[in-house]
Each structure stands twice: as structure tokens, then as C-alpha cells.
């Protein structure tokens, strides 16, 4: 999964759970992104890398997701 399918998908699981996502490009350093997913926020690397599986799993739990949700 690519981070820009995650975000995708966060932002549909945030639709569905109404709660607000958003996506500040201008808070980072670099090609690098704040996802906010409620009140919960995960940096999300370089959006069209390959996310490996820890990082993919480290950002679900800082969102409070599982990844078994996306």
C-alpha cells in the first residue's frame, strides 16, 4: 500500500465513523505530512513510496485504527 492509498482509505473509514480528516501538506519537512484522523495525527512519509509493514502498522495505532479496518 502506497501512502497515498492509505490516506484514501482513512479518509473513507473517517466518512463512515464521521469524524473529520484532514491533510495538512504544510506541516512537514520535505515531502512529509500530518494526516489528522479526529483528534489523532500520524506523519505520513513521501505519499508515493511503498509503505513497509511496520510503518503501516505504527501509523494505525498512532490514529488508534486496525489496520484491519483500511
Not at 55 to 68: D, S
Amino acid at each position: 500500500m502506497t501512502g497515498n492509498e492509505f490516506i484514501r482509505k482513512v479518509k473513507a473509514l473517517g466518512k463512515a465513523r464521521k469524524l473529520a480528516v484532514t491533510l495538512n501538506a504544510s506541516r512537514g519537512k520535505g515531502s512529509h505530512q500530518t494526516l489528522y484522523f479526529g483528534t489523532a495525527f500520524t506523519i505520513v512519509r513521501n505519499p508515493k513510496d511503498e509503505l513497509k509493514t511496520g510503518t503501516f502498522h505504527a501509523m494505525c495505532a498512532q490514529l488508534g485504527i486496525k489496520p484491519n479496518d483500511l
